[in-house]
């Protein structure tokens, strides 16, 4: 490094070409790196998905198109083609609706709002179609790219998939975007890490945030927490949880301690339950 250095200005070391960065960005990009590594060194098989464009995309669908979409990130083929499939195969509509155990005419008809929204691309061949993922949502098994991404365990969600129903499965879509990386809980700020600023939603704000009734929300979430897409905590409120063993966007175990932490935090206890 050349004698001096030290003793440039900003605009200077720009102008000879080089980069300043704040340590505030420092801290960013290794706690980024660090994120990665942790994730990384889980081996279950997963579909990672991108936390904005999923935020962008319930937006515009019904819950069963998006519980349809979700079925179709747990059977997407490894690596960048996005089609789906399964046992060495790529699969036809109707294979993939006798595997999520859903009626194939509503699959079809799911399927194809998806593909007229952009979502899904159908490729014909012969007398057979076949479905890809827009692999800008989701990729199975490697990173879509720089950002936030939730990790969707392919295996336990196949299993949740096939007893759960397509609004229960479009819910839980819509709530990937809100878990908390550090605790799973469904909150307004999915990516802080600090307990004490983690600030939960209720039903009534998990209704607001998704443009549902508050009814739907009401009645989907007792039966999603029978099947397996959600878990709670109870004290005096209800911390509502995307089960840890369907998502993760990192290697540290949920505590019961850090999840009523955060129920007893001063942000929750001001709010009206």
Not at 56 to 82: I, K, R
Request: net charge positive; charged share 25%; hydrophobic share 35%.
């Amino acid at each position: 490094m050349n004698e001096g250095f030290y003793d440039l200005t900003v605009r200077e070391i720009t102008e000879q070409g080089g980069t300043v960065i704040t340590p505030v960005e420092v801290e960013r990009r290794q706690a980024y790196k660090k994120r990665n590594k942790l994730i990384d060194s889980d081996k279950r098989y997963f579909t990672q998905i991108n936390d904005k464009g999923c935020s962008m995309v319930v937006n515009t669908l019904t819950l069963t198109q998006a519980g349809t979409l979700l079925s179709m990130f747990a059977y997407m083929e490894e690596g960048s083609s996005g089609y789906l499939y399964f046992n060495s195969k790529r699969l036809s509509l109707k294979d993939f609706s006798k595997l999520i155990n859903k009626g194939y005419d509503s699959t079809k008809r799911n399927v194809t709002e998806l593909v007229n929204l952009g979502y899904i691309t159908a490729h014909k061949s012969g007398k057979t179609t076949h479905y890809s993922i827009n692999t800008q949502l989701a990729t199975r098994g490697k990173a879509t790219g720089e950002g936030f991404f939730s990790r969707v365990f392919i295996v336990q969600l196949r299993e949740v998939i096939r007893k759960g129903k397509l609004q229960e499965l479009g819910l839980f879509m819509n709530l990937l975007p809100h878990f908390n990386t550090r605790a799973y809980v469904v909150c307004n700020n999915p990516h802080e890490l600090e307990l004490n600023d983690i600030e939960l939603l209720n039903r009534e704000r998990i209704a607001e945030i998704t443009g549902l009734s508050l009814p739907t929300v009401k009645r989907l979430i007792p039966s999603m927490m029978r099947n397996g897409l959600l878990t709670g905590v109870k004290t005096w409120r209800t911390a509502i949880i995307l089960h840890p063993k369907l998502v993760s966007r990192q290697l540290k175990k949920v505590t019961l301690e850090d999840v009523t932490d955060i129920i007893e935090n001063e942000l929750n206890k001001k709010r009206d339950w």
